[in-house]
Nanobody, 121 residues
């Protein structure tokens, strides 16, 4: 069983930046970030392959967010720039049991507990 622990959430003003981190208890394959805003369903944010050579993003964050990973540390990051109030959500880290680029949450087997991001106007 792989455990994922996110960190880095907090309160930031619109236009600001923040970096989320997620540490896995062991080596994992594809990883991703999802988010869930109040009253909304959880949605895909970004994904990354094991090597980090391929990434994909939701249209709403493309150009503002960057996903990356350091396998030596079993860590995936989400650098978030030009934050908007509509980015306010609980952000979840997820890990898949195989390699690839996945947008569907059902492709991911392991999930973190989530970290809150609040963007003030």
């Amino acid at each position: 069983q792989v455990q994922l622990v996110e960190s880095g959430g907090g309160l930031v003003q619109a236009g600001g930046s923040l970096r989320l981190s997620c540490v896995a208890s062991s080596s994992v394959y594809a990883m991703g970030w999802f988010r869930q805003a109040p009253g909304k369903e959880r949605e895909f944010v970004a994904g990354i392959t094991w090597s980090g050579s391929s990434t994909n993003y939701a249209d709403s964050v493309k150009g503002r967010f960057t996903i990356s990973r350091t396998n030596a540390k079993n860590t995936v990051y989400l650098q978030m720039n030009s934050l908007k109030p509509e980015d306010t959500a609980v952000f979840y880290c997820a890990a898949a049991a195989r390699n690839g680029l996945f947008r569907n949450e059902y492709e991911y087997k392991y999930w973190g507990q989530g970290t809150q991001l609040t963007v003030s106007a």
